[in-house]
Structures are given as structure tokens and as C-alpha cells.
DNA sequence: AAGTGGTCTAGACCACTCG
DNA sequence: GAGTGGTCTAGACCACTTA
């Protein structure tokens, strides 16, 4: 484990996953055993079942005792699940996108009290209110209300949220994102929602609510996106 | 591992999540450590590093090395993600819910392409239509509309859908259910939708599209549901 | 009966954090 | 330096599948 960064584990599984890619384990066919891995990377079964069971957890193969296991089939999306923000999103996807900033204030806490609640502040805190227009392809996509804790970032630069905001924590301010809990519902535009848009909304809006974690169960940010429906899915997977 | 049915990591995971239900974990607090748990369960620690691991990749706790593991914050949903149809979704959440089927059919393949390209049928199979409605509380939420390949199932009773369509599959039929893909997106009522409604529909809808496989990759069902946005949202989260 | 993955043991060394 | 989780080894027994 010594000549190579990564843990062998992982290696494993870039190599089964690249298998996978290069088509050379193929849907529905077996991969090699276990036993076959332990030969292949002079490793011990613990370590290659690891791996196998992690790809297996992440649907993609299945496992079955006295079986073997095997390439899962795919469809819609063949990525694993990360948490990421909409521009990292965008560029997986190879899409042109960008974004707008039409509004930064600090905003007390007491005209918004979900958030104030929810970031656990006090009367004299200033909430952290950024609103964006989201294109893809120069073409509005969604809008954006975010809002950042006080407690986690006191000062914040409007050149420092034009990218990825995930990005600009992680690397700035050196602090580890670590889950976000979200709602997606469908509504009609209100009126203030349409003057966020910089064209006529027609459409009925899908609307996606975060809050999002760091590593030590802080909140640090509360979102609210509002997609054009038109334009915008939401798509995921689940496995048993 | 004789005397109870359950593997000791899975035991180990029902312990801490009791203990965080209880309270005796609380959140932020450091649990005990993987030695702790060795002598508690008098096991090893790879077993006990297992049970903790999985723990933490599905967001119940996070580990740090040198420092500890140490329970989440939560806020909106605690439960861990899980592969669900609608009954069991409700009754995890102790609400009481109901389906009346108001239609079921077998439809020629052509007429939907979509579904025929998606199970890779012939020009004479028969796709399983079902249609349904979802009340929670009497009150009505969604309309279903259910295919089901019949390279699965050939034969379907009507009283056989009554309930949880997953737990039918896995108990009678004997086949267990993989994965899922699903897109959701936000539409106005269709006149077709409208009809199926038995209320008046004035909101926007909020469209749940899944595909779900068996375990060996086989596309076994399509369904597109269509929730009142009024009342129903999708609920989610994300781990790094 | 032979092979598969599922589970488990009893060790080990490492990088990291903290006092 | 003591303690933590991260990773790994070299064995083992089991239930299950397939021939």
C-alpha cells in the first residue's frame, strides 16, 4: 500500500469500474471471484470484498452467495451518488452553465425566523442572503435564494460565491462539507419569484429546499431553488 | 452468531441507532469507540469497524481518526434511505393510507413505445396497465399509473395490487427487487390526468417517473405517479 | 462435492489528533 | 505518547448454488 496514494480497496474498485467502462465486464455476465481478485492484487479476501461490497452497495453489480457476482444493468444514469452543487453537476454533465448574481444582502435574522431557527441564531445576527439566476447555455434555468450562517463564514466577498459555493468553502475556508437533507416540491411561480426571472415565467416551478451540513452536524447554508419545470428534472436512484 | 438470527454488524447498528433514539447518543457527543464496542459485544474490531462504517456512510454518524465517532445533526428526516413503495413508506411514518385501483388492463405494446422499448417487447406482448388512486387519511394525494413487464409476470390477479405492489413481487412472486431510477419533474394537469383525479385538481403536480429493476438487471416495472403538490413532497438527503 | 459470497477472528501497522 | 479510526492479513466456518 506503500508505492500508491489510494487505499487498495479503492484501487479495486477503479479497476472493476474501468472493466466496466472499457466493456470488458459487461451487463448481466459474471465478474471474476473473489479468490481470482486476491491472485490478481496480491491482496487477502477481506480487502477485495471490501471493495466488491462497496460497488455492490452503490448498485453496480450484484452479489449472490454460492453464485458469483455480476454487472448490474443500467438505464437513466450510471454515475454513483455524490453530493454535489449545480455547477459541478453541469460540468459532469459537459454543459456550458453559469451563473448571475442579482442580489447580496445581510438580512437580520428576525424577517426570516425558519432561518434564524434553524442556524440557531440570535436577534442581533445577520443572515447572509445571495440571490443568482442559473443558466445553461445562456439560458435561464432557475433561480436562487441562498442563505449562509453567520456562524460558519462572518464575512463574504461577492467574487467569492460566482462559482461553485461547495467549491469556495472547501477550498477558502478549509471546512468540510458533509450532508444536506432536501424537499422538492412543484408550485406556480409567485410574483416575487417572477421578478427574480430575467424572462416571462409560464410554467409551473420545481422547487428544491437544502440545508446543508458540515462534517460536525453544523448547519452552514438553507437554499431554496426554483427550476423552471420545462427545463429542469430532478433525477436519482435507490437500492436495496 | 448462532443464537440470533441477525448478523452481530447489523446488531451492532441496531444498538447505536436505538441508543440515538433513546437519547442516551446524542447528537454531536462522541459514542463509544470501536474498542469499547469490541469488548461490549466481545467481538473483533473488523466486525465492529463494519457495522460503524455503515453507519456512517448512510449519515447516522461521522468518524474521524484520532478524534472519535460522533452522532449527526438532524432536521427534517432521521430515517435511513431505503428502497420503498407508497404503503410502506406510509406506515414508517404511522399515517393511514389506502389504494383504489380504478383500472387495469393489458395494453397492446405499441401503443406505448416508451415502456415497449423499455422492456424489449414484440409487437405482440401485452403490457400489465394498472391505474390507482392514493389516499392518505381518506384524503386523495395521487394517481398511479403502473407497467409491469410480462416477461415478469404473465398472469395478474387484480386483488393481488391492492396493497404494497413491491412486497407482492418479493413474497408471491419470489423474485427480489434491485434498484430504481427516477426523474421527478413539476407539469400541469393533463385533461387524462384531471379525469383519474375524484376531486377537483387547481394546483400544479409534482411528477414521480421510476423505473425499478430485479436483481439481475431485469427492467420489471414503469411507473409514473402524479402527486398534488399541496400535498405531497419528496424528501431526501446526501452524504459526502 | 466444489465453489461462491457472508461473516467473523485476532492480530498488525499506519496517519492522525490531542493533551 | 496514548488513543483514535483507516487499512490490511491470513486464516476460519457457514449457507447457498450448481453440477
Redesign the interface.
Known sequence: MDASEKPLYKQIEDYVLDQIDKGIYT??EPIPTEVEFCKLFNTSR?TVNKALNILA?N?VI?R?AGKGT????Y???KQM???MGFTEQMKMLNVDSSTEIIGYSRVKADRIPKVKE?FKLGNDDFIHKIERVRYVEHDPIAVECIHISPKVISNLQVEDIGGSLYKFIEDTIGV?????????????ATDEIKSMFPCEVN????KYEQ?T?L?????FEYNEIY?L?NK?????????
Chains 1, 2 share one sequence.
Open positions: 451487463e448481466g477481506a452497495y448498485g450484484y449472490t455480476f454487472v448490474r444493468m438505464s437513466m444514469d451518488k455524490k453530493l434553524l468540510k462539507i458533509g450532508s444536506s437533507n432536501f424537499v422538492i416540491s412543484a408550485m406556480n410554467v409551473p416551478l420545481l440545508e451540513f462534517m460536525n452536524g453544523v448547519v427550476y419545470s429542469y428534472q430532478y433525477k436519482g436512484s435507490n437500492f436495496r
